[in-house]
């Protein structure tokens, strides 16, 4: 899954350094499940996720397994909260200018990095011109602003060249936005040992096996109650699963949605089920014939069986929705313009004049949902004469592809939508980051342009409708399924909030003694 420039973009975990400890704090036991420091009284929460970070720069990792322990270890200037609604983090309130032009952002006084350095609007200037200046992946979220100052040191002044309704959700969205430490990033050891101002700070990476945080007494909000905690890194979904159940660890998100109706009768296990704001789509390479004809696009649309590729990756968990955004967001827009229908999808090949052939449909073995659902859309696409030939490489290979135009339908989800100019102008509009397809089109260009700019909620809501109905009208992506967020612990484990934009926070949770 990818963000823009790549969105969890990269998966495939790398040979990291180990045992990096970037400072002083409670001393963290070897997984029994409780602190042995005088100053903590916490448990150690041992956590499961499916891999293994790629490295724990938090503005160059595209890897959802690294921010999943990222979000932990460092703050961003505004946060969402469970409605993705943003509020304030290390900044703590800001004010804009008549012309929308000028926002400035008081920040909270007395944060400490967890080296013990301070945190000051330096650090924030710091970290946003590094992304800019180093067109790191996220670069992309500042293309309207002109300048960022800090006239003191808990002061932040962001001077924009248009307005920019969705700057708060630019700067808030945890991944790739996290605010650095300087030293630590000239040091080089940002890659395996990253000092941020979080609730936790990490104190151990044993590559191949686990992650340690420990508490961070001194955090802004509050020191956790928890000691600790603990990434292990288990793939397989029976191996998290038998060891939640036999108390070897607390919580988890390796958890397949086939066992969804199992585990909600399981008194051993806490079951979390989220609608989220994600969403999983095919595109297909609008540079080859004959997909660059919006029919031949459709066809591909009114031919596949979306109910069948929920229940086959999502044992109907899942929410059909034939565009990007899910219904209880703000941004909703009713479409259901598509659906199975082979003879209406013959007719539209028919005159583009295609009478079948190979199709090349790109997927991930790092993402097996992808390869089950290829699997469906190739017999869907069988009675046209179409063969599909299902490539599955790991992910890091698949964005080379993908970058490169080497297929003719990919299929891959985005996650952790906030703003819909956040996907929408990344994905469909002509100069788009992530637009790996070629779409083009002038009215929907301008949508996006002005909703861009529009500070008015309903007349940017209307942009947006439009814009979106035209991208599903021309299958620019064919959206497949909004998926829910799964996640399972312990009944020992109290205060944890499932967040539809799959961010995981351990701060404010508490564990009980075993």
């Known amino acids: 899954m990818r963000r823009p420039a790549s969105l969890i973009a990269a998966l495939a975990g790398l040979a990291l350094l180990a045992a990096c400890s970037p400072g002083e704090g409670v001393d963290i036991d070897d997984g029994t499940g409780s602190g042995t420091d005088a100053g903590s009284a916490g448990e150690v929460l ?3 996720i499916g891999g293994e970070p790629d490295q724990l720069d938090p503005n160059k990792t595209s890897s959802y397994f690294s921010f999943q322990v990222l979000e932990n270890v460092y703050d961003t200037l505004v946060e969402t909260d469970a409605n993705l609604e943003m509020q304030p983090a290390l900044a703590e309130s800001w ?4 012309d929308q032009l000028t926002w400035t952002f008081t920040l909270r006084e007395g944060v400490t990095f967890h080296d013990g350095s301070e945190f000051t609007s330096e650090d924030v200037v710091y970290s946003y011109r590094r992304i800019i200046d180093e067109e790191l992946s996220n670069a ?6 002109s300048d960022i100052q800090a006239p003191d040191p808990i002061t932040v002044v962001i001077t924009l060249t248009q307005p920019t309704p969705n700057l708060l959700s630019n700067l808030g969205g945890f991944k790739g936005m996290a605010i ?12 395996t040992a990253p000092v941020g101002t979080g609730p936790f700070a990490l104190t151990e990476y044993a590559s191949g096996d686990h992650i340690t945080l420990e508490a961070n007494p001194d955090y802004w909000g509050g020191a956790p109650s928890l000691a600790g905690v603990e990434y292990q890194f288990i793939s397989e979904p029976s191996t998290a699963l038998a060891a939640l159940r036999s108390g070897e660890i607390d919580w988890t998100d390796v958890v397949p949605p086939q066992q969804v109706e199992e585990l909600e009768g399981d008194d051993a296990v806490e079951l979390g089920v989220a609608p989220s704001s994600d969403y999983w789509y095919l595109a297909l390479n609008e540079a080859r014939e004959p997909w660059s004809d919006p029919r031949a696009r459709q066809a591909i649309a009114y031919a596949i069986d979306r109910d069948a590729i929920i229940q086959a990756v999502s ?7 034939q565009l990007a955004i899910p219904e209880q967001s703000i941004w909703y827009t009713e479409y259901d313009t598509y659906s199975t229908d082979l003879d209406r999808a013959q007719e539209l090949l028919d005159e583009v004049g295609y009478t079948g052939g190979t199709l090349d449909l790109l997927v991930t073995t790092d993402y097996p ?13 069988e009675p046209l004469g179409i063969e599909v030939s299902i490539r599955q490489p790991d992910f890091s290979t698949w964005l080379d592809e993908q970058n490169t135009g080497n297929f003719d339908m990919l299929m891959m989800g985005w996650l952790g939508n906030i703003d819909p100019d956040d996907f929408y102008y990344a994905q469909h509009h002509s100069g788009g980051s992530s637009n790996a397809q070629g779409y083009a089109n002038a009215e929907v260009d301008e949508l996006l342009d002005a909703g861009r700019v529009e500070t008015d909620q309903d007349a940017r809501y209307d942009l947006y409708a439009q814009a979106a109905t035209i991208i599903a009208d021309e299958a620019s992506y064919i959206y497949l399924y909004n998926p829910s967020v799964i996640q399972a612990w312990s009944p020992d ?13 351990f701060r404010s949770v508490e564990l009980a003694a075993s």
């Open 369 to 381: 949902e992808t390869v089950t659902a290829a699997q469906i859309i190739a017999s869907n696409l």
């Open 46 to 48: 041992r956590v499961a």
């Open 140 to 145: 992309w979220k500042f293309t309207s602003i």
């Open 315 to 321: 044992y109907g968990t899942a929410a059909a929705n």
């Open 95 to 98: 004010d804009t200018s008549d």
């Open 180 to 191: 650095v430490n300087q030293e630590n990033v000239e040091s080089g050891e940002i890659t």
């Open 493 to 505: 484990l109290t205060g944890y909030e499932v967040l539809p934009d799959r961010a995981i926070r």
